[in-house]
């Protein structure tokens, strides 16, 4: 957000230098990018932008979206989260077994209980202990990988009565012509973006990350800070765990699989540092909504879907080199 | 499991006194990816009953976590161990070829089970003991021609690419498919990566680009119903003949609400068993063609109440 501000002097006067055309690249770019490839698309393919395309694309990244919002948060505080893709796998079989069990109400509750309860334990050993987020949310996805499996002895689960249930709401439902898990997205995003600018929580979160040893001197509690935000990142994917499984009406152990990677590649694509203490949570439904696009548009072409990643990796490559550029004012470094 | 099996057997070979006593094999297992999907998982237990019962076996159980280094890995440990055979499900098909020679070269005659490898490694093998996939693909084209009444539209969701389950049923299919039904076009093939997810948003992508579409083929009954949800979503199942391939419960219950057209009806509890059986006839030194293939009908509505209910 600070580049985006730093631009718009330099293009009011009107004087384009170089240093100015690229902040104002990297500050807009991933915008530019974005109506560009929906131009591509577009040209490539009728449907692309018929509005229930569109639709049936928000629809399918709604739940990467629901993960990167709270993930974004994390990262916005200085730490990573790369337990969520199997966080999401063990909430969604545990939703969908617990359905025909305890009945929807109590699976749902206990379902968010028991996810907010992960949350909280790598909350607790980033927040209080300090130890090196990257390293207790690997562990902690290989940890819930197996938990997953112990849970499901390796089998698929399954709801009986997939018409009946009043579960389908969530990943089926419409409320005014809107599919549920767009609503559910569009929702947890506003609410987010809304707590993150216009808080002293928000900006609490954007101090611990920016610059921790300040943070604690002006008297922020970084240890509750950290700790709550991982709590936002588990609730988000008790969230998207609720639309996954009602969507599919089953689940099986390897489900969320890899979303960690989708959910950071689509956080990265909206700008937010991964170094902490700068994103925003409107950038990163932006580069969610990007690679939902790029694969449906890919896919609408006749390309198998795993063309996408190779596209994904060459945008992604682009968006990090241009706010580099930015930083050091030119596009290449002088000196080798 | 292991030490329940040690029991029966030092039990059994205890009340056998006479000439007539049973030779113990010890037999390795190396699988591909227990857990990941309920087929492996069924397979596995039931591969340790079926050896119980047989009574006359040991087992060691490995898994390879779908990892191939860690699958050679265990080849190597279990030629070590000088089991008197080794099952392999192979994690892929080419890779593991240089361990299954050696496991050759040292006298372990080793059974392939499930999934075939390439061409290159027959030589190295006693067996192969699985269902064919090819032979799959044929049906569910017949199947797919008799229900459209030659004439249609559809779309295919195969398999995990470059895994050869998936693959020779795409090809099984599409080879059939055009030499016995010509009026049935082909539109387009994606992969789902045996992910019901995955198929469910595939098959909203082709429900969004083609306007008319007429049957889908899916690679296994997961991935075939995530593309009927997605069907059910657009309201639009009703014009469109689902066949899928490894019937599983929730396939199986579909066609019985008359959802799904058909399936290709594949027990991992035969898979086992026939595993097992094959490496005990190549022990016991009889004459078995090197190519096993265990039954695998097809299933529709008509023949529902033949088969029960697959457990996963």
């Not at chain 1, 700790?227 to 089953?250: D, K």
């Amino acid at each position: 957000m600070a580049s985006a501000e730093q631009s718009k002097p330099r293009l009011l006067t009107g004087k384009l230098s170089k240093a100015g055309m690229l902040s104002f690249l990297s500050a807009q770019g991933i915008l530019i990018f974005f109506l560009l490839s929906m131009f591509v698309f577009s040209f490539f393919s009728e449907q692309f932008l018929s509005q229930s395309n569109i639709m049936t694309v928000v629809r399918q990244a709604s739940i990467i979206g629901i993960i990167a919002v709270g993930v974004t948060v994390v990262i916005i505080g200085g730490n990573l989260d790369l337990s969520v893709g199997s966080m999401l796998s063990f909430s969604t079989v545990l939703v969908v077994d617990l359905h025909d069990k305890i009945g929807p109400t109590n699976a749902i509750l206990l379902m968010f209980v028991l996810t907010l309860m992960i949350g909280a334990v790598n909350g607790f050993l980033i927040g209080f202990l300090r130890l090196n987020s990257l390293i207790v949310t690997l562990a902690m996805l290989s940890a819930i990988q197996g938990f997953v499996l112990i849970y499901s002895g390796g089998q698929n689960v399954d709801i009986a009565d997939q018409q009946g249930t009043w579960f389908a709401f969530f990943g089926r439902g419409y409320v005014g012509g809107i599919a549920v898990p767009i609503l559910m997205f569009g929702l947890l995003a506003i609410v987010m973006q809304v707590v993150m600018s216009y808080t002293g929580y928000g900006r609490r979160i954007f101090a611990v990350g920016g610059n921790p040893m300040a943070a604690v001197y002006s008297g922020i509690r970084k240890n509750w800070c950290v700790f709550s935000t991982y709590l936002i990142s588990a609730f988000c994917v008790a969230c998207a765990a609720l639309v996954l499984g009602s969507r599919v009406m089953g689940s099986q152990n390897n489900v969320g699989q890899g979303y960690e990677l989708l959910v950071l590649a689509g956080i990265i694509l909206g700008g937010t540092s991964l170094l902490g203490g700068a994103g925003s949570i409107w950038k990163t439904v932006i580069g969610v909504l990007i690679l939902g696009f790029i694969q449906n548009g890919l896919l609408l072409m006749g390309y198998p879907y795993y063309i996408q990643w190779i596209v994904t990796w060459v945008i992604i490559i682009l968006a990090v080199w241009l706010d580099l550029a930015n930083k050091r004012k030119r596009l290449f470094t002088t000196h080798s | 499991m292991f030490k329940k099996t040690a029991i029966a057997v030092s039990v059994i070979m205890m009340s056998i006194t006479t000439a007539q006593a049973e030779t113990t094999y010890r037999i390795g297992i190396t699988q591909n990816n227990v857990g990941v999907d309920s087929y492996q998982t069924t397979y596995e237990s039931a591969f340790e009953a079926a050896a119980e019962r047989a009574g006359n076996v040991d087992i060691v159980v490995l898994d390879a976590g779908g990892d191939v280094a860690r699958q050679i890995g265990q080849m190597q440990d279990l030629i070590q161990q000088r089991v008197d055979a080794i099952i392999i499900w192979p994690t892929n098909g080419q890779a593991v070829i240089p361990a299954i020679r050696q496991a050759h070269n040292a006298g372990i005659p080793v059974v392939v089970t499930n999934s075939k490898i390439a061409e290159a490694g027959l030589e190295f093998i006693a067996a192969f003991s699985g269902p064919d996939n090819v032979q799959q693909g044929i049906s569910s084209a017949e199947m797919m021609c008799d229900a459209l009444g030659g004439e249609g539209q559809i779309v295919q969701i195969s398999g995990q690419p470059g895994y050869t389950t998936a693959m020779e049923r795409a090809g099984g299919f599409e080879e059939r498919l055009a030499e016995a039904c010509p009026g049935v076009e082909l539109m387009e093939t994606q992969p789902g990566n045996w992910n019901r997810e995955r198929a469910q948003r595939v098959m909203e992508d082709f429900l969004t680009k083609y306007d008319r579409i007429d049957g889908v083929y899916s690679g296994d009954d997961n991935m075939g119903v995530g593309a009927l949800n997605a069907a059910n979503g657009a309201g639009r199942a009703d014009e469109i003949i689902f066949i899928g391939a490894t019937n599983f419960a929730v396939g199986y219950d579909a066609i019985e609400r008359g959802e799904y057209y058909g399936s290709i009806y594949q027990s991992p509890v035969d898979d086992a068993e026939a595993a097992l059986k094959t490496a005990l006839d190549v022990l016991a030194g009889e004459d078995i063609p090197k190519m096993n293939f265990f039954e695998t009908p097809k299933i529709t509505a008509e023949n529902l109440e033949e088969f029960d209910r697959p457990v996963f």
